[in-house]
Nanobody, 124 residues
C-alpha cells in the first residue's frame, strides 16, 4: 500500500504561482511512477503531468505545457507540481497519483493509489 498526502493548494490571483507537494509513504518511492490530475466541478478528472520513477522523463497535458513543472525528490519521497502563470481555468481539486509501474501514464485508470486532493482556486 502507498499513502499519498497532498499539500500546497490555496487561493491565488490569475498570473500567480503555487507549488503543490505530494508526500508518499508505505512503499519504495523510487519504484513508483507518479502523476498529477485535476478535477473541476462538473468535469471529469483529467491528466495534468507525469514523471517516471527516476525523474528523468516527464509529460504534460497541452493545457499546462510551459506553465507547470513536475519534479520529484526521491530522497524525500515527494513529488512536486510547480504551477506558474495560473489561469482561472486551472481552478480544480488537484490529485496526486502513484502507479507501481515506474513509468507515468496519462490515464487515471493506470494508477494504483490516490491522494485526497488539494483545492486550487485561481481568481480573475
Amino acid at each position: 500500500q502507498v499513502q499519498l498526502v497532498e499539500s500546497g493548494g490555496g487561493l491565488v490571483q490569475a498570473g500567480g504561482s503555487l507549488r503543490l507537494s505530494c508526500a508518499a509513504s508505505g512503499r519504495t518511492f523510487t519504484s513508483l511512477g507518479m502523476g498529477w490530475f485535476r478535477q473541476a466541478p462538473g468535469k471529469e478528472r483529467g491528466f495534468v503531468a507525469g514523471i517516471n520513477r527516476s525523474g528523468v522523463s516527464t509529460y504534460y497535458a497541452d493545457s499546462v505545457k510551459g506553465r507547470f513543472t513536475i519534479s520529484r525528490d526521491n530522497a524525500k519521497n515527494t513529488v512536486y507540481l510547480q504551477m506558474n502563470s495560473l489561469k482561472p481555468e486551472d481552478t480544480a481539486v488537484y490529485y496526486c497519483a502513484a502507479r507501481e509501474r515506474g513509468l507515468y501514464s496519462d490515464y487515471a485508470t493506470a494508477y494504483d493509489y490516490w491522494g485526497q486532493g488539494t483545492q486550487v482556486t485561481v481568481s480573475s
